[in-house]
């Protein structure tokens, strides 16, 4: 199989958009598009032109505003309707309006859909997916037949299903695609159905697979094991329900696993922050256990671990995260041993070899901090700061002289309640500085008093903006008395460099407060700000 070549279709501004709490502007379409032709797709399916009117928007200002390096367009449609010729249907010229060098056509594969959702006999069927099918092509367009619904409609009358493909090879349909539109398949369902379909086609054959039996990538590679040389997906696995196959580990799986070309370009090595910067553009927060791109794809945290991946990192990686353009972390935790804290230590810049002392005092802080209820695995500033902590060195940019906070609440309107904090500080030496704060809550109160109290000493902490909070109680069975953990994101709005902190105590307020200041102090040392 080495220098086969397998098309990659993404489909992420059409199926993927349908996901739960998706919803695509114009803009963001047009942004996601041009990063998929710089991951290295072949084909981007932009949508449906003539039936949402977003698409057709879109569209019309691809074809003016957008050149690809390495993918084409295609436009997604129906077969004609029944009774009328592909020619006089106005969604088929709709898809010829759109003027996309590619058309796929969905199409009734199973003789159930044909005859009880749109209405019409199997063989008008047929004739609706072969005429329309001639018609685009006659006019200059590649078609692409996805059959929807293939595999469910194989297993009820496996006859029929493969007549709906070859009306579409005789109509001169360029890939028949096979979808596992429910997505129940397994791999040897694939596998057996796959082979039946190939010996009886010319044609060359693609894979549309859904994840809900959660085997949508390992249907994908069982398909082109079988002789498909055309996949479908999503990025990220977007789509409705559990998703489309992630097209970026199918691509992975099928460079790296498998010595096939899948992606124009240098494009894998960018997968991961491609990957990311689509999260962006959907709002959709990237999962951090994604193959091969994911924040924990190549994360290790055991201590046995940790030790041998110091002598050949490949002992515990199934490949080399640079090949998709992740890195390797290291999770520091109470599972930690102190090779975990050196080369979690080189990673963040500091070199401990050979400092055994040390690394026992950080290796035992960890632990020790760790069962009081703080985590490091998601908190790498923290575990900076504690880093510099120990080796010295530290800059000292304040000292807390105290700190508190008083909510007031009607008791006409509980909801309506008013936090004020104070903070004093001290700075350079004996500045006093004593500032009031205010928020819709102690929190809020606590974070305005505390930047208050900073901003005029130092003013980069105006671009430090806190983006994430999550609170964890962590022995709940202790009730109101229950250890609280607080995690926070900050991004440096300048250099858009993100970290997270975390914060312990006895109560929100408190763990807070710690968490908050961290993230400040953290900031300060990445900007290299001098204390004064």
Same mark, same amino acid.
């Given at each position: 199989m080495a220098d086969l070549t397998v098309e990659i279709y993404d489909t992420t501004l059409r199926d993927g958009a349908q996901q739960e709490g998706m919803n695509l502007s114009v803009a963001d379409k047009m942004a996601i598009a041009a990063l998929l032709d710089e991951l290295g797709v072949g084909v981007i399916e932009g949508g449906w032109p003539g039936?949402?009117?977003?698409?057709?928007?879109?569209?019309?200002?691809?074809? +003016?505003? =957008?050149?690809? &390096?390495? #993918?084409?367009? !295609?436009?997604f449609g129906m077969t004609r309707r029944g009774g009328t010729t592909a020619a006089n249907d106005p969604q088929v010229?709709?898809?010829?309006?759109?003027?996309?060098?590619?058309v796929t056509l969905v199409a009734k594969s199973d003789i159930r859909h044909a005859e009880r959702a749109l209405r019409v006999s199997g063989d008008e069927n047929l004739r609706m997916i072969e005429e329309t099918v001639a018609f685009?092509?006659?006019?200059?367009?590649?078609?692409?037949?996805?059959?929807?619904?293939?595999?469910?409609?194989?297993?009820?009358?496996?006859?029929?299903?493969? +007549?709906? =493909?070859?009306? &579409?090879? #005789?109509?001169? !349909?360029?890939?028949?695609?096979?979808?596992?539109t429910n997505g129940g398949m397994l791999p040897d369902d694939v596998t057996r159905i796959v082979t039946d379909v190939a010996s009886r086609t010319d044609c060359a054959l693609g894979m549309h697979a859904h994840n809900d039996s959660g085997c949508a990538v390992a249907n994908t590679m069982a398909a082109v094991a079988t002789g498909v040389t055309h996949v479908q997906g999503c990025v990220n696995g977007y789509g409705e329900r559990t998703g489309n196959a992630d097209l970026i580990a199918v691509a992975a799986n099928l460079e790296i696993k498998r010595g096939m070309i899948a992606l124009e370009g240098d494009g894998l090595r960018e997968s991961t922050r491609i990957a990311h910067a689509i999260s962006e553009i959907t709002n959709i927060a990237p999962f951090p256990r994604q193959p091969y791109v994911g924040a924990s794809a190549f994360a290790h945290k055991a201590g046995l671990h940790a030790s041998a991946i110091k002598v050949d990192p490949d002992l515990y990686q199934h490949t080399d995260p640079s090949r998709v353009g992740n890195d390797m972390r290291m999770l520091v935790s109470e599972m930690a041993g102190r090779a975990s804290v050196e080369l979690k230590g080189k990673e963040l810049g500091f070199d401990l070899a050979g400092q055994s002392e040390l690394l026992g005092r950080v290796t035992d802080r960890v632990k020790n901090a760790e069962a009081a209820g703080y985590t490091f695995d998601a908190a790498d500033a923290s575990f900076d700061l504690l880093l510099r902590s120990e080796i010295g060195g530290m800059p000292s940019y304040w000292t807390v002289e105290s700190w508190k906070v008083?909510?007031?609440?009607?008791?006409?309107?509980?909801?309506?309640?008013?936090?004020?904090?104070?903070?004093?500080?001290?700075?350079?030496?004996?500045?006093?500085?004593?500032?009031?704060?205010?928020?819709?809550?102690?929190?809020?109160?606590?974070?305005?008093?505390?930047?208050?109290?900073?901003t005029s000493v130092y003013p980069e902490i105006e671009r430090f903006e806190l983006t994430d909070f999550k609170v964890r109680i962590m022995d709940a069975s202790h009730g109101t008395d229950a250890v609280t953990r607080v995690l926070i994101t900050t991004v440096d709005t300048e250099t858009g460099i993100s970290w997270r902190t975390v914060g312990v105590g006895p109560n929100i307020i408190e763990a807070s407060w710690e968490a908050l200041t961290d993230a400040l102090l953290y900031g300060l040392l990445k900007a290299n700000v001098a204390p004064h």
């Open positions: 039936a949402v009117p977003k698409d057709t928007e879109f569209f019309a200002l691809v074809n +003016k505003e =957008l050149t690809f &390096a390495h #993918a084409q367009f !295609a436009a010229r709709a898809l010829l309006d759109s003027e996309a060098p590619i685009l092509v006659d006019e200059g367009r590649r078609v692409i037949l996805d059959a929807e619904h293939f595999f469910d409609g194989y297993r009820f009358d496996g006859d029929y299903a493969v +007549k709906a =493909l070859l009306a &579409a090879q #005789a109509g001169g !349909a360029s890939a028949l695609v096979l979808c596992d008083n909510v007031a609440s009607a008791p006409s309107d509980p909801t309506d309640a008013d936090a004020e904090a104070v903070v004093k500080l001290r700075m350079g030496g004996d500045r006093r500085v004593t500032t009031v704060g205010e928020g819709n809550g102690p929190v809020n109160a606590l974070d305005h008093a505390l930047r208050g109290a900073l």
